[in-house]
């Protein structure tokens, strides 16, 4: 594990990023990432020109940035609509490399990332699902502040258990509050 001394950087994925990303995201059969960010849906690797047909997906794209520690790609974060009318965003984030897990770079970047999305866009509330499998991930939501708003039991099946689907989340007040 490297300890999170340096600064989390967010940024757009640019095309010099693509081949660094598919080593990391999508070349491996079987990904250390993958067991912890929702390893019940169903992953396959992709060849470099198969990953390069859908490139677009990530270049330029406001929903989708890079996580960068000392000017090396680490991650990403997301976010998609669950309701776009009502403004109910979900946000996500990968680390790919496993020693950047448990040193705080997670949560440095979902705080930036949240932060990013509260200055930018009239949302009420940010959250992110998860599974109760994914402990890191459930620590980095109570260390951003976030309350367990559901926890939807079994509902996750995975190498032969249940676990609870838990969904997490904070409202812009609640945010503003704790950054004072």
Known sequence: ??????????????????????????????????????PYYPYSPKTFEQFLSDKDR???????????????????????????PSLWLELGIVIFKPEYWSGGYGAEALRKWTNRLFKTMPLVRVGFTT???????????????????????KVRYYNGTYYDS?????????????SK
């Open 131 to 153: 599974w109760s499998g994914n402990y890191r991930m459930i620590r980095v939501g109570e260390k951003l502040g976030m309350t367990m708003e559901a926890r939807i039991r």
């Open 1 to 38: 594990m490297i300890e999170a001394s340096s600064q989390v950087h967010l940024r757009p994925f640019y095309e010099e990023d693509l081949c660094r990303l598919w080593e990391m995201s999508a070349k491996e059969e079987n990904p250390e990432w993958k067991k912890w960010d929702a």
């Open 58 to 84: 990530y270049l330029n794209k406001e929903h989708m940035y890079g996580i960068e520690v000392n000017d090396e790609l680490i991650g990403m974060v997301s976010y998609y609509w669950e309701h776009e």
């Open 166 to 178: 838990i969904r997490m989340g904070i409202l812009r007040e609640e945010w503003e509050a704790q």
